[in-house]
């Protein structure tokens, strides 16, 4: 019993301080991804817009896929930071150019289109799966 409480003890800090790490780099994500989308989900979302809310639950689960792995692969601090940022950069490049090849997508979300923003949470999703598997190697 003593064994599992010194390795809970040695490992539980760790553990939390890789966990808050990797929220931290979600957070900024997502607040870097709403400064980049045309169109201002917080409004849509409050204005019931179910296009919005799609794109930017899809948006938060592709930005978690690839940090989860950065976070399952590394022991080490650092090494999920700067995994993590690159993740973040791979994911948030794949949202231009997904919205340069969706031609009017600011309108289409602003406007519910629900089909649009099923599209671009696919493309999203698709390639956090690849970063994800690229990064745990």
Not at 43 to 69: E, S, W, Y
Not at 90 to 115: H, Y
């Amino acid at each position: 019993m003593s064994t599992i409480l010194a390795t809970l003890g040695s490992g539980l800090p760790v553990l939390a301080l890789q966990f808050a790490a990797t929220l931290a780099l979600l957070g900024v994500g997502a607040v870097i991804y709403m400064a980049l989308t045309p169109f201002n989900e917080r409004a849509l979302i409050a204005a019931g817009n179910v296009a919005a809310g799609i794109v930017l639950a899809g948006t938060l689960v592709a930005l978690a896929i690839p940090l989860a792995a950065t976070l399952a692969t590394s022991s080490i601090t650092l090494d999920i930071l700067l995994w993590g940022v690159v993740a973040l950069v791979i994911q948030l490049a794949t949202f231009r150019l997904a919205a340069m090849f969706i031609p009017n997508l600011r309108g289409m979300i602003e406007q519910g289109n629900v089909a649009a923003a099923c599209v671009l949470t696919g493309i999203q999703l698709a390639v956090a799966l690849l970063n994800a598997g690229a990064m745990a190697g």
